[in-house]
């Protein structure tokens, strides 16, 4: 939809907007909406991009402990309850789970994880799929990244200043029209991926199995998490961003570089497309 609303030109002099939108199947009603964007706060955006920061430092720290460092970092208006919904909005929990895991959702659906004790022996075996917080020091956006464990190769990412679902199926959808299907696609039990539209999505392909981590157990999706740790170490946090649009510009430039130039050593000084796409790179 919102591709379709980026091809009107509402100052054509050659086409009516209503003949545009006749040509694109769209209603002139759904041309002039504008969604309303949710603006975070100043403060809350310094907040949540210290969140991230100590979190990638200290990844087994829960909300009483970030809320600790929060305060050490001059954040003393900042209670336990806010911590918490600052993190859950970021999609973060510690590595190891607390006592008192939240309620999931009535239409989570969650499935188990089926790669303990599997050799990963080629590519489209297995994807890893993950969501992490990118923030800037005016805004901040969430990454969806697709990753082939066998190669490392990034085969589908996406930014989105919301968590919703549609933006990771669609990122899902666009992986497997290019690079074909998995037979295991990986995830963890975050509530967009144990969503009934998720999950629905997913068994529309009747040939790929979904697995998710155990809860609490990132290294069940390490490949990936070794991936954001790298995005943000080494782009993210070493150019830090002004804007959205220059972190979209810095992620397109780092995706480009970790498929076709980062060597890894796991893949014997290799680049993941070199190994994903069987040519020199």
């Not at 086409?15 to 009603?29: A, D, P």
């Not at 239409?107 to 004790?117: I, Q, S, V």
């Not at 297995?126 to 066998?150: H, R």
Request: aromatic share 12%; proline share 3%.
């Amino acid at each position: 939809m919102e591709e379709k609303k980026s091809l009107i030109d509402f100052d054509s002099k050659e086409l009516t907007v209503k003949h545009q939108c006749k040509l694109l199947n769209l209603s002139r009603s759904t041309a002039y909406y504008e969604i309303k964007v949710y603006q975070p706060s100043q403060e809350e955006i310094d907040i949540k991009n210290a969140i991230d920061r100590i979190h990638f430092d200290e990844p087994a720290y829960g909300c009483r402990r970030i809320q600790g460092e929060l305060e050490d970092l001059g954040f003393t208006n900042i209670g336990i309850k806010r911590t918490r919904r600052y993190m859950r909005e970021m999609g973060i929990i510690a590595f190891y789970p607390g006592p008192n895991l939240s309620k999931r959702d009535l239409e989570a659906r969650t499935y188990p994880y089926l790669l303990r004790g599997v050799g990963i022996t080629y590519r489209n075996q297995v994807w890893g799929i993950d969501i992490t917080y990118c923030g800037t020091p005016t805004g901040f956006m969430y990454l969806v990244v697709i990753i082939d464990w066998f190669s490392r190769f990034v085969v589908g990412w996406s930014l989105s200043n919301t968590m919703q679902t549609d933006f990771i199926i669609r990122t899902v959808k666009e992986a497997i029209q290019k690079y074909g299907m998995p037979e295991i696609i990986n995830s963890d039990q975050g509530s967009q991926f144990t969503s009934k539209d998720y999950t629905e999505c997913i068994k529309s392909y009747e040939s790929i199995k979904i697995s998710m981590d155990g809860r609490g157990r990132a290294k069940d999706n390490a490949r990936t998490e070794r991936f954001f740790r790298s995005y943000k170490w080494e782009r993210l946090y070493l150019l830090y961003p002004e804007t959205v649009l220059e972190l979209k510009q810095m992620t397109r430039l780092y995706m480009h570089h970790y498929n076709w130039k980062r060597r890894h050593q796991a893949l014997g000084d290799k680049t993941p497309a070199s190994i994903y796409l069987g040519r020199n790179a």
